[in-house]
Nanobody, 122 residues
Framework: QGQLVESGGGLVQAGGSLRLSCVASGLTFGSYSMGWFRQAPGKEREFVAAISWSGGGTYYLDSVKGRFTISSVNAQNTVYLQMISLKTEDTTVYFC???????????????WGPGTQVTVSS
């Protein structure tokens, strides 16, 4: 059974940076596309970024383009989300997920981490 664990969340001032990490175990990492999502209380889970299983393709939510970068190191079973120029509206819980398909749809992701809180203060 695949497991994902995120880390790297925390409190940062607006304009600052954070790097989220997600380590996978129990699955063949290189066979899955990986994604980052976020969910605020009372709202639906929102796609943020995805990277294809080969690492050759990436896709982003429009509002994070140019500020967030997704990357992966298959040898370390790890996917990253580098976030710069953070805004207060980026405050929420961030989740990483694994999918057999390279896509942005929540329902296509099979494995999820428990999430890590990102708080951006003004």
């Amino acid at each position: 059974q695949g497991q994902l664990v995120e880390s790297g969340g925390g409190l940062v001032q607006a304009g600052g940076s954070l790097r989220l990490s997600c380590v996978a175990s129990g699955l063949t990492f290189g066979s899955y596309s990986m994604g980052w999502f976020r969910q605020a209380p009372g709202k639906e889970r929102e796609f943020v970024a995805a990277i294809s299983w080969s690492g050759g393709g990436t896709y982003y939510l429009d509002s994070v383009k140019g500020r967030f970068t997704i990357s992966s190191v298959n040898a370390q079973n790890t996917v990253y989300l580098q976030m710069i120029s953070l805004k207060t509206e980026d405050t929420t819980v961030y989740f990483c997920a694994a999918s057999g398909s390279y896509c942005y749809k929540v329902r296509r992701y099979n494995f999820w981490g428990p999430g890590t809180q990102v708080t951006v203060s003004s």
